[in-house]
């Protein structure tokens, strides 16, 4: 069985703080992704890696950045949080499929509920 | 336009009826689909993957339309543990993207 793991179910951070989200996976996936989800605007992809120190941006990754040191890992920095970040952080990972030939599923972990007062 | 888009219900159907789902897409040149479940304040969890013959998965039976641009899914005998949402999810080829549909939300009432 795929296991994607998170470090934190939930999470109350200050304004200002710096906030650390790790994700942990033990399927050797090359892939990994962080999303946020929201009430009615659904998943939206952060950043993602397909390979160690290797990343891109997704479709809303101001106010984060993230690091990938070892494959299995891959962490979602906060450089000041604020209260708009306030969300359902989800991790996932993935085969690496081949440039236009389609991805594979992806495996999420249980997500993060981070609160920011 | 959204690059995919769901009907987001919700669907209240009693138990053992059949229900549909829909999903409509924008790129033609998306390659893999895939509907995933999850459940409240849950994580998405794979349900199936859809491939172009359609494919079955004891109740759940999932199809693709490439033509008119569409996937959907078709829940025979529904239980109340499919009370959960439905979401949609399209990749365009490249492996990072992947296009989430907002969900559509099932409920199963004895």
């Known amino acids: 069985d795929v296991k994607v793991t998170q470090s934190s179910r939930y999470l109350v951070k200050r304004t200002g703080e710096k906030v650390f989200l790790e994700c942990v996976q033990d399927?050797?996936?090359?892939?990994m992704f962080w999303y946020r989800q929201d009430p009615g605007l659904g998943l939206r992809l952060i950043y993602f890696s397909y390979d160690v120190k290797m990343k891109e941006k997704g479709d809303i990754p101001e106010g984060y950045s993230v690091s990938r040191e070892k494959k299995e890992r891959f962490s979602l920095i906060l450089e000041s949080a604020s209260t708009n970040q306030t969300s359902m952080y989800l991790c996932a990972s993935s085969l690496w499929g081949m440039d236009g030939q389609g991805g594979y599923e992806q495996y999420f972990g249980p997500g993060t509920r981070l609160t920011v007062t | 336009r959204k690059e995919v888009e769901q009907d987001p219900g919700p669907f209240n159907v009693p138990e053992g009826a059949t229900v549909a789902f829909n999903c409509t897409y924008s790129n033609s040149a998306s390659q893999s689909f895939f509907w995933y479940r999850q459940d409240c304040r849950k994580e998405p969890k794979l349900l199936m993957s859809v491939y172009s013959s359609g494919n079955e998965d004891g109740r759940f039976t999932a199809q693709l339309n490439r033509a008119s641009q569409y996937i959907s899914l078709l829940i025979r005998d529904s239980k109340l543990s499919d009370s959960a949402t439905y979401l949609c999810?399209?990749?365009?080829?490249?492996?990072?993207?992947?296009?989430f549909g907002s969900g559509t939300k099932l409920n199963v009432k004895p």
């Open positions: 999810v399209v990749n365009e080829g490249n492996f990072n993207k992947f296009y």
């Open positions: 399927m050797d996936h090359e892939n």
